[in-house]
């Protein structure tokens, strides 16, 4: 049931975020309060010292994939998209790069099945581009695929501070991500502190949402999980929270797939169960 739970609150991530965005909240200011909220939780139990010197260009690293790259392009993706499915389908492209960017990077094999597997995940995104019920959602797509781009980059750097305690790392990254991206919406989207207080509480209540049920609980539940299930077991669940995702969406949007983006989608959620099911 645990792991159910999990999977349902990473799926409410997307339709949430984009309700959040909805509002007149900018895309970067939103990515930096989750960060702030992300620091705030875990700043108390954390053991603050400095990391020993060959930590530091992987933390600073891994700070600003994931702080900074994932959420400003996943954040800019929700804002330029109309449909959060194909945004919840494109998150997906996440393990494929990961398993590329261990490999290009970390020297990992991998095997013929996980190269067809990474093809045939990429082709369901290319499947649903060219769905022409979803022509206006190319760029939106675009920029889903960076922030994936970004998380597989950031799996890498995390392999390097591995011996870092996790609370520690990700309130690091947080902090990290709040002041990147606090410094870019002020230069890029202006306006940013009379926007803070402009902030209403279903706002501010949608952001603690995706601040702490989200980033905080269901991460920290995962860790949870790894404690008594190994990782090839908890992995392939994964491939539950697009799903649950999609029914978040049809019930808060009113979205129905097209039956190209539904086969592409499922070509997408299929083939990447089959990549961690490998791992």
């Known amino acids: 049931f645990l792991v159910l739970f999990i999977m349902f609150l990473f799926g409410s991530s997307y339709p949430i975020n984009k309700l959040a965005l909805n509002t007149s909240l900018t895309p970067i200011l939103a990515a930096s309060l989750r960060m702030l909220i992300l620091f705030v939780c875990l700043a108390p139990f954390c053991k603050f010292k400095i990391p020993s010197k060959k930590y530091h260009l992987p933390l600073l690293g891994f700070s600003l994939s994931m702080g900074f790259g994932v959420f400003i392009f996943l954040n800019l993706s929700l804002q330029k998209a109309t449909m959060v499915a194909p945004i919840i389908i494109g998150s997906q492209l996440a393990i494929p790069f990961a398993i590329l960017s261990s490999s290009i990077f970390l020297g990992e094999k991998v095997s013929f099945k996980m190269w067809f597997l990474i093809f045939i995940s990429f082709f369901g995104i290319f499947l649903i581009g060219y769905d022409p019920n979803l022509k206006s959602e190319i760029y939106a797509i675009f920029l889903c695929a960076i922030s994936a781009f970004c998380y597989g980059i950031a799996n890498v750097f995390s392999r390097y501070i591995k011996n870092i305690d996790v609370k520690l790392t990700n309130a690091i990254m947080g902090f990290t ?46 860790f949870y999980l790894y404690k008594f299930y190994s990782v090839n077991k908890v992995m392939p669940f994964y491939s539950l929270f697009p799903i649950f995702g999609l029914v978040l969406t049809f019930f808060i949007f009113g979205e129905i797939p097209t039956l190209l983006s539904a086969i592409g989608g499922s070509i997408v959620i299929i083939s990447v169960y089959k990549l961690q099911k490998i791992r």
């Open 177 to 222: 991500g709040f002041v990147t991206l606090l410094i870019f919406s002020i230069i890029f989207e202006g306006n940013t502190f009379y926007q803070l207080k402009e902030i209403d509480l279903n706002t501010w209540l949608l952001l603690l949402h995706n601040g702490v049920m989200v980033s905080v609980v269901a991460h920290t539940s995962m």
